[in-house]
């Protein structure tokens, strides 16, 4: 059974930047895709971003582009997320998750992860 913890949330003023990280155990990790989704109080759990299994592809959330960048690294089972010129809006618990296909590609559909992180905060100050 695989188990994701996250760490790197904090509180920050807008414009700032923070980098996310999520440390996974238990599979073999460098063969699933990994995503990072958010959740904002009061709304509903939203896709950020995801990476292929091997780091060559990626996809953003329209409203984290340019801004959020995901990476990973498959010797320390670690999946990254750089998050710079913050806004307030990007508050939110933030939550990694591991696909369940394997050599799974880039994907936003929350139905194709299954493990999740226990989520970090993220609160962006204006």
């Known amino acids: 059974q695989v188990q994701l913890v996250e760490s790197g949330g904090g509180l920050v003023q807008a414009g700032g930047s923070l980098r996310l990280s999520c440390a996974a155990s238990g599979r073999t990790f460098e063969r699933y895709a990994m995503a990072w989704f958010r959740q904002a109080p009061g709304k509903e759990r939203e896709f950020v971003t995801t990476?292929?299994?091997?780091?060559?592809?990626?996809d953003y959330a329209d409203s984290v582009k340019g801004r959020f960048t995901i990476s990973r690294d498959n010797v320390k089972n670690t999946v990254y997320l750089q998050m710079n010129s913050l806004k307030p809006e990007d508050t939110a618990v933030y939550y990694c998750?591991?696909?369940?296909?394997?050599?799974?590609?880039?994907?936003?559909?929350?139905?194709?992860?299954?493990?999740w992180g226990q989520g970090t905060q993220v609160t962006v100050s204006s």
């Open positions: 990476i292929s299994w091997s780091g060559a592809t990626a």
């Open positions: 998750a591991a696909g369940f296909e394997l050599f799974g590609g880039a994907t936003g559909a929350e139905s194709k992860y299954r493990t």
